[in-house]
């Protein structure tokens, strides 16, 4: 064989895989024990000897045994190898990819125990890791569609697929091994090829098997990136709610097979209103610094909120979960009680959504982020909005917000702050506060470090309302939005 064996567990569609020890040595193994929470990664809790034991896929009330695949001194890591009892919190998964592809880690769990374990996760790193004084959380805003709420799926071509456990112990020999499907997580060369996602909806599912399917019979060259050989690369899918779709496929150069396939595709997809295609020589699959160019159709597709129109391009970013979007922005707009005399403040501003969300109702806007592509499309949003009051700025936020800019644009009234998962810097923070707003409004896709920063700005703000808001049902992550108000 080609590849090294593995071991797997199997409990509905769920399966586990355990990579082969590196060398022959005596794995250790806990036993038997019992998973009393779920982390914030969606990692069980147990405790071994009073030892804290992360355990994958795993939920609260499994009994297990565990290999321990990482040692610290404050934890130990493990998989389990063994299960004495199941919880009862399971439920059989709808995909069958569930517990290889990694994209969907909570399944097995109904969608009001995943709400709650968000809802809590959310409450624990309030109230835990930072000693503030804190008010009464309202409920969680779940998604009334748990399924089929993405609006962009990205897929990569492999010509040497991953091979299930019982493909594996089958040992069939295969015509070939392309892929088009989504990375095994920690494996950034190893491609499981899809057969149906259930988070994106049709025809998303259709086109993909098109394209797989069209690409094996031409016998066209799937990539493969360890080796750099092949022409077929990733093949991106966005589509907005009233049912546009972008379709927008990376290959290695251009020649008459990529036409013959771009031509193929809009002939069976009609929907396809932005035809896209890229040429990315790089080692990397990442569109940066690759142009995109236009075969049919739009370079964007448009997304409507209320009255607003937002253009969204290959390399655009947009919210996901449009529909939770839409929730998460009017709790912003809430919380932010702006007045038509504001000076608003948009820190990490993204493409501008948030920012174009509010300028109605402020005297104006100020929008500022890191990327550069992305102050662009948020100054073509609201110049196609017709909205004059938003003006946006690219650079270091702590280099940004500065005595002079503030001199220059004004002293905000209201702050609006949504940053990456790392949270804000000690700096921005210290910046945020001594800019001597009366309200801020903290979005945050991690409670763990939107808690440190809220630690940070207690000396100057209370916290008063907290709204968890779930962008992502099947998955552990959560968005929660904070208020402050001066003190």
């Known amino acids: 064989m080609l590849f090294a064996p593995c071991f797997s567990i199997l ?5 586990l895989f355990l990579p082969p020890m590196a060398r022959r040595e005596t794995p250790l193994i806990y036993q038997q024990l019992e998973i009393t929470a779920i982390a914030s990664e969606g990692m069980g809790i147990a405790r071994h000897n009073g030892m804290v034991v992360f355990v994958e896929q795993t939920l609260t009330g499994d009994v297990v045994d565990v290999r321990i695949t990482r040692k610290k001194s404050g934890f130990r890591q493990g998989i389990p190898v063994h299960f004495h009892q199941y919880s009862s919190l399971r439920i059989e998964p709808v995909c069958t990819h569930f517990g290889v592809c990694g994209g969907c880690k909570w399944q097995n769990l ?12 959310v409450y624990d790193a309030l109230h835990r890791l930072v000693k503030i004084e804190l008010p009464d959380f309202n409920p969680i805003l779940g998604a009334p569609e748990p399924y089929h709420y993405r609006n962009k799926l990205e897929y990569t071509f492999s010509d ?22 989504f990375h095994i997580p920690g494996k950034f060369d190893k491609v499981l090829d899809i057969s149906h996602c259930h988070l994106q909806p049709e025809p998303g599912n259709a086109i993909r098997l098109f394209v797989r399917n069209y690409a094996i019979e031409q016998q066209l060259p799937f990539f493969n990136l360890v080796k750099q050989t092949g022409w ?21 150069e251009q020649n008459k097979e990529l036409f013959k396939l771009l031509d193929a595709v809009a002939a069976a997809f009609p929907q396809i209103t932005s035809l896209l295609y890229a040429v990315n020589n790089k080692r990397n699959d990442t569109l940066e610094g690759v142009e995109v160019m236009t075969y049919k159709g739009q370079p964007y597709i448009t997304e409507l909120m209320e009255d607003l129109r937002f253009r969204i391009g290959p390399k655009s970013f947009y919210q996901t979960n449009p529909r939770q979007a839409y929730e998460l922005y009017k709790v912003v707009r809430e ?7 504001h000076n608003v403040y948009d820190l990490y501003t ?23 592509d992305a102050v662009h499309d948020a100054r073509i949003n609201a110049q196609a909005n017709n909205i004059s009051n938003a003006n946006f700025f690219a650079g270091d936020m702590k280099n940004i917000l500065v005595p002079e800019f503030f001199a220059q644009h004004g002293k905000p009234d209201v702050i609006i702050t949504d940053p990456p998962r790392a949270g804000m810097h000690e700096e921005v923070c210290q910046r945020i506060a001594g800019a001597g707003a009366q309200r801020i409004v903290y979005v945050s896709c991690n409670p763990a470090t939107q808690a440190r920063d809220l630690g940070l700005l207690d000396a ?3 916290v008063t309302k907290v709204q968890p808001v779930d962008m992502f049902p099947q998955t552990t992550h959560v968005e929660n939005v904070v208020l402050l108000v001066k003190k």
């Open 11 to 15: 409990f509905g569609h769920e399966h």
């Open 232 to 252: 077929l690369r990733t093949l991106t899918l966005r589509n907005t709610l009233a049912g546009e779709w972008m379709f927008c496929l990376s290959v290695t």
């Open 350 to 372: 993204g493409t501008g959504t948030i920012a174009l969300f509010v300028a109605r109702q402020a005297a104006k806007v100020t929008g500022v982020e890191y990327v550069e």
């Open 335 to 341: 919380f932010a009680d702006i007045r038509s005399n």
């Open 460 to 462: 100057h703000y209370k």
């Open 110 to 121: 109904s969608y009001a125990d995943q709400l709650a374990h968000k809802a809590r996760q």
């Open 160 to 181: 040497s697929r991953w091979l299930t456990a019982q493909e594996i112990k089958s040992e069939t020999s295969f015509e070939h091994r392309n892929a088009l499907g």
